[in-house]
């Protein structure tokens, strides 16, 4: 069973910055695929980004610029900088782990959600203006 546990959410006013950790058991295998993912009231999920098993990340187009994915395999941790926070990234966070292969599959509106068969349990990030 993959661990998944989130932290690091908070209020926050339009243009600073958060840190989300999430604490995982996924450094274990081989070949997976992480996410972040978020959830604001009334919306569908949206897929903030990805890493791969060697280090590969790419962004939705709403994020690109502003938020980075990283992660300490040694620490067994994903991450997530927010810089630049908007109003409009006030949701619910999430993280996410596939094992669908090497890499991270992605369509035109994000990462293959029907891959990712482990969540954490989220955390809040709210952006005031």
């Known amino acids: 069973q993959v661990q998944l546990v989130e932290s690091g959410g908070g209020s926050v006013q339009a243009g600073g910055s958060l840190r989300l950790s999430c604490a995982t058991s996924?450094?274990?295998?081989?070949?997976?695929?992480l996410a972040w993912f978020r959830q604001a009231p009334g919306k569908e999920r949206e897929g903030v980004g990805t890493i791969d098993s060697i280090g590969r990340t790419r962004y939705a187009d709403s994020v690109g610029g502003r938020f980075t994915i990283s992660q300490d395999n040694a620490e067994n941790t994903l991450y997530l900088q927010m810089n630049s926070l908007k109003p409009e990234d006030t949701a619910m966070y999430y993280c996410a782990a596939a094992f669908s292969g090497a890499y991270c599959r992605w369509t035109a509106r994000g990462p293959w959600a029907a891959d990712f068969a482990y969540w954490g349990q989220g955390t809040q990030v709210t952006v005031s203006s």
């Open positions: 996924v450094y274990t295998y081989s070949n997976y695929c």
